[in-house]
Structures are given as C-alpha cells and as structure tokens.
C-alpha cells in the first residue's frame, strides 16, 4: 500500500479553536511500518467524536489527566494517568477529557497515510466556524474523497448518501472546492 507523507517540517501543532489542540512529532518507520508520534492536549469536556479509522491504528498513553473512552455499542469507561489505550483500525470509538484539568497524552498512529492532512482540514474548518464543527462543505467534501480511510459515525447515514452530494454538487459551483486543490489522494 502506498504511504503519504506530508512535506512537513516537525513538529507541526493543530488547534480546532474549541478544545482540541494536536501536535504531530514526526514520523519513523519501525519493521517496515511507518507511524506519526502525536502528543495531545484537550480541555475539560472536549474530544472527537464517535469515528472511525478504517486503515489506521492508534495508541495513545496518558500523560496527565483523566481520558473518557467509548467504543461504539460498548459502556464508557475511564483511563487515568499511566494508562493507555489502543485502538485498532476498523473499531469506531471516540474519548474526551473527562477530568477538569487538560489531558495531555502522547501517542502515535499507524500507517498515518492522510490522518495528518485529514484531521489539519477538519480542525480548520472547525475553528473557522463558530459552533465548533466543520463547515458543511468541508465535511462533504474531506468524509466524501477520504471514506476509505475515515468516517464520522454520528452524521446520519441519509446526510452522508443524500445531502452530501448535493452540498458537494452546489459548493463545487461555487468553487469551494479549491481550497482543497492539493488535497493527496486517498488510499
């Protein structure tokens, strides 16, 4: 499978404006498997939501504070300090912080393929608009051209199959595409 490497000088440090603030640390390759470091750092309350990476696996580990952790159809449960979690390709699953302090966790994520050009456009998006998630085109447009590597479990599945290519169809007449113009390809 082809990787996709970000021209990126490390580290590069993303912030949705609404609680989330992720920094990439590099990338290295371990017995012929390439994996991004990540280190994370997350308000009160805050954390993505239920998603799903269906090539890439991730492990994080908890430096400081109290992380919140569901897997879909599965109770929540609760990591503290020296605790990890790993979740693996295919398993839909978000956390949050669940303390009242910032989590702070460090972690890494493998094959990164688009997770770095994936998660930089959708904290974009989400910190340029005010209720704190991405625009709808943007939404469309990065779960549209990435669906074989991630997917967002709660927008409906009607918005995805019939909403989203109309929002795409009206946005690429508007040319909201182009910000989009270098996009890498999916994998």
């Known amino acids: 499978m082809e990787t996709i490497t970000m021209k990126a ?8 404006g609404h609680g989330e603030r992720l920094t990439f640390l590099g990338r290295e390759v371990r017995d012929g498997v390439e994996y991004v470091q990540v280190e994370n750092q997350v308000s009160p309350g805050s954390g ?5 990476h269906h090539q890439q696996h991730e492990s994080l580990y908890i430096c400081e504070g109290k992380m919140g952790v569901q897997v879909a159809g599965e109770e929540p449960y609760y990591l503290n ?8 390709s295919g398993i839909a ?8 302090t910032t989590l702070h966790c460090t972690g890494e ?13 959708i904290y974009r998006s989400s910190r340029e608009n005010p209720k704190g998630i991405p625009a709808p085109f943007d939404a469309a447009y ?3 051209k990435y669906k074989t590597e991630f997917d967002m479990l ?8 019939v909403i989203f290519p109309v929002v795409l169809f009206v946005g690429r007449l ?4 182009g910000r989009f113009k270098d996009a890498p390809e999916a994998v």
């Open 9 to 16: 000088t490390y580290p590069v440090t993303i912030d949705n």
């Open 48 to 52: 993505p939501p239920m998603h799903v």
């Open 81 to 88: 300090a020296g605790d990890s979690a790993t979740f693996n």
């Open 93 to 100: 699953h978000r956390f949050w912080n669940a303390g009242d």
């Open 109 to 121: 994520i493998w094959p990164p393929h688009n997770i770095e050009y994936f998660l930089s456009e």
């Open 142 to 144: 990065l779960l549209w």
């Open 154 to 161: 709660g927008i409906p599945a009607f918005v995805k199959k």
């Open 174 to 177: 508007r040319g909201l595409d």
